[in-house]
């Protein structure tokens, strides 16, 4: 086979030029119309988890970037980054930061799993906690507590939720940002942010009077009173039927949860 | 050719074991827990307060919200509580609890109308006064419905005679059983909207009802009867105006915006009985049946009996797997037997294991069958898929607010996807985020 050389050399000369025109142009076009960035938005965004998790109010850690480079919006609406972050905005941003106290964590204030809480009926719809509590608040003979269907393990953009045998959602606090998705989401309301450094709980939610927990949930707060009368510091106070913890106050003694009849008050987490 | 709609399904029907069977009285039970709320729209208040000695047929429950409609005693006894009770919808709702002392003293106010004496805005009234509300299981107040909006011009009355839901048979002994009555309610629905034209849409495996309701018209002409091809969702609103009179309902209007009234042939039936004897809707006809039903048939129940009262009369043959209120396509799974027959409730399904297979979900393998079976021409596949991610607003965008539940989609998805279930589920976020604002 004969090849024509002439042809080959034609067609790459013109694909040469060809290129060459459009990339002058490209050059050109890219210098006339450059939009210029602004540098804080790069910093912003660098210093920023990168989670992209919405806690703040805004699509995604691009959009806050934006809304705190234009000083549109206070530093502080991240939830995620925590003091490091505050820090660093504040530097960047030329702003003092007021740090929080202490890292929150994200709790469930229910522990009435399977084996503690009977259920009313059985449940064949799909496995979505708010899909359960539409169909009359939920299958749990509680009205209050943890339906048990894992919406909060989904909607965890950090995977710090898990739900253990019991059906109860367990939280990692070395992983959880306290961003608050599972605190809005979850349809019982379980879930408060609370300090990091305060490990009692009262885990309950129920404001049934107590001979109605009793019956349906042997690790439910029967509004007995001792906590209130046990804790040296006043942090206790019963309100409509459910005992609750005043972090501030709390000195994390455990004098409640050793009084606690039903083991609700927990220490550790 | 018998006439019908575009998509739908043809599940087993299994109506055989009820539908020859006459409708039986079923004995009024010890208590009747009246629900203050038995329709679509604002809860009543209550007229009784507790102790009180109530009359059957007094009227115990109103409210002023537009679209409402009274509730009455259906027993006449003793107020014994005023209270939440479990309810078809699975909440709980405040309802009256009435002790039967079985006089069935009558209240003075109850005596026989006549239709003719009566001008349009008079019969509206009493319709309203009768408690009548869609009784095909919608529950909506039949007045309301029968009032169009400014600039409508309602030009057809129609009968919903489809009953397309497998098991129920309600609705054709009905029809078989009370087709003068069933003839005499439209004649009223169309004395009320001032409609020359009254239609009845009979599904032809219901060859008797069609048969009797001929015989009821006679040889007058305002009254059509319309063979229907057998199909589901062939009773819903919107597919039996498509198969009837082939119109359609324009995306996001009500049938009432192209001049059409659709009514049950039992809530047309209630108004007459109603119109005859004087008595509010305080009973109706509930198909009994399922597997674990010792003697399935259609009972005419005193409303506010409970399931289990029902059930208990009709015998079990085995604890039942699951309770239905209504039929299996679109009914409701009650999770106790202590709610009570409401005057939407128009079946009561105990059924075994066997005939609720539980199967599990798997991925949508894109076969397009729900699309093929939607009568409202949506998406069903990719509107549930943005329900399951939360993304509401483009499940919106593809007419979520356009599906009615028939369940079509649910029915033919090889994958067993609960389609309609993440439809719902789209649906309630919608209207809570616009109620949010």
């Not at chain 1, 509590?133 to 939920?138: D, E, K, M």
């Not at chain 1, 206790?236 to 609750?244: P, R, T, V």
């Not at chain 2, 507790?50 to 919200?65: L, M, P, T, Y």
């Not at chain 2, 969702?233 to 198969?243: R, S, T």
Request: with cysteine.
């Amino acid at each position: 086979m004969q090849i024509d050389f002439r042809s080959v050399l034609l067609a790459l000369g013109a694909l040469g030029a060809l290129g060459l025109i459009f990339g002058a142009g490209l050059a050109i076009a890219a210098k006339k119309f450059a939009v210029q960035a602004d540098p804080l938005y790069a910093q912003v965004l660098g210093v920023l988890p990168g989670a992209n998790c919405g806690a703040c109010g805004y699509p995604g850690c691009a959009g806050y970037a934006t809304a705190v480079s234009k000083r549109l919006v206070a530093i502080d609406k991240c939830p995620v980054g925590g003091n490091d972050l505050l820090g660093n905005l504040g530097r960047l941003m030329g702003v003092k930061a007021k740090l929080a106290a202490d890292r929150l964590v994200a709790t469930p204030y229910c522990d009435g799993g399977c084996a503690e809480a009977p259920t009313r009926f059985s449940y064949e719809g799909i496995q979505d906690c708010v899909a359960v509590v539409a169909l009359s608040g939920g299958d749990k003979a509680c009205q209050y507590g943890c339906v048990g269907y894992g919406t909060c393990v989904k909607l965890c953009k950090f995977g710090a939720i898990t739900m253990d045998d019991n059906r109860i959602p367990v939280v990692d606090a070395d992983k959880c940002t306290a961003c608050g998705l599972c605190v809005a989401g979850c349809p019982k309301d379980i879930f408060s942010l609370r300090p990091a450094g305060k490990h009692v709980h009262i885990r309950c939610r129920s404001h049934d009077k107590g001979a109605v927990v009793r019956k349906i949930c042997s690790v439910g707060c029967i509004a007995c009173g001792l906590c209130v009368k046990a804790c040296p510091v006043d942090a206790i106070a019963m309100s409509n039927f459910l005992a609750q913890i005043d972090y501030e106050k709390c000195i994390n003694c455990g004098r409640c949860v050793e009084k606690c009849p039903t083991k609700t008050i927990h220490s550790g987490l | 050719m018998a006439r019908t709609f575009v998509g739908g399904v043809h599940p087993p029907y299994r109506k055989g074991k009820t539908c020859f069977l006459p409708i039986e009285r079923l004995s009024a039970p010890k208590t009747v827990v009246i629900p203050l709320l038995q329709h679509i729209g604002g809860i009543n208040a209550p007229l009784v307060a507790v102790g009180e000695r109530v009359f059957f047929g007094q009227k115990i429950g109103d409210s002023d919200a537009p679209i409402a409609c009274p509730v009455h005693a259906s027993v006449s006894g003793r107020v014994i509580a005023l209270e939440k009770r479990a309810h078809p919808n699975g909440r709980e709702v405040l309802s009256v609890v009435i002790e039967n002392d079985y006089a069935d003293e009558v209240h003075p106010s109850v005596e026989p109308k006549n239709m003719d004496d009566m001008s349009p805005a008079d019969l509206l009234q009493w319709i309203r006064e009768a408690g009548i509300v869609g009784m095909g299981g919608g529950g909506f107040p039949t007045h309301a419905k029968l009032t169009p909006p400014a600039g409508v011009t309602l030009d057809a009355v129609l009968l919903n005679g489809a009953e397309c839901e497998p098991y129920l048979t309600t609705d054709h002994r009905v029809m078989v059983e009370w087709a003068e009555d069933v003839v005499l309610g439209l004649r009223c629905l169309m004395k009320v909207t001032g409609v020359k034209q009254g239609y009845i849409g009979v599904e032809v495996n219901k060859q008797d009802a069609v048969a009797e309701l001929r015989r009821a018209v006679a040889s007058a002409r305002d009254i059509q009867i319309v063979p229907l091809a057998v199909k589901y969702p062939q009773g819903a609103e919107q597919q039996l105006i498509q198969a009837c009179l082939n119109r359609r309902v324009p995306k996001g209007r009500r049938p009432v915006h192209i001049g059409v009234v659709v009514n049950n042939v039992h809530t047309a039936q209630s108004i007459a009985h109603s119109l005859r004897t004087g008595l509010p809707c305080v009973e109706r006809v509930v198909t009994v049946d399922g597997a674990s039903v010792e003697r399935p048939g259609n009972v005419l129940v005193r409303i506010g009996t409970s399931f289990a009262d029902v059930l208990t009369e009709r015998g079990l043959t085995s604890e039942p797997y699951k309770l239905l209120s209504g039929g299996p396509m679109m009914g409701i799974a009650m999770h106790t037997p202590a709610v009570p027959v409401c005057k939407c409730t128009s079946g009561i399904l105990a059924l075994s294991r066997a005939e609720s297979p539980a199967t599990e979900a798997m991925t949508c393998v894109r076969c397009a069958w729900c699309i093929d079976v939607c009568p409202m021409l949506i998406y069903p596949t990719l509107i549930a898929q943005y329900g399951e991610r939360g993304r509401t607003e483009e499940a919106e965008k593809y007419g979520a607010l356009e599906c009615h539940e028939c369940g079509a989609c649910t029915y033919v998805c090889p994958s067993h996807i609960p389609l309609v279930q993440w439809i719902r589920l789209a649906k309630s976020d919608i209207y809570a985020r616009r109620n949010r604002g």
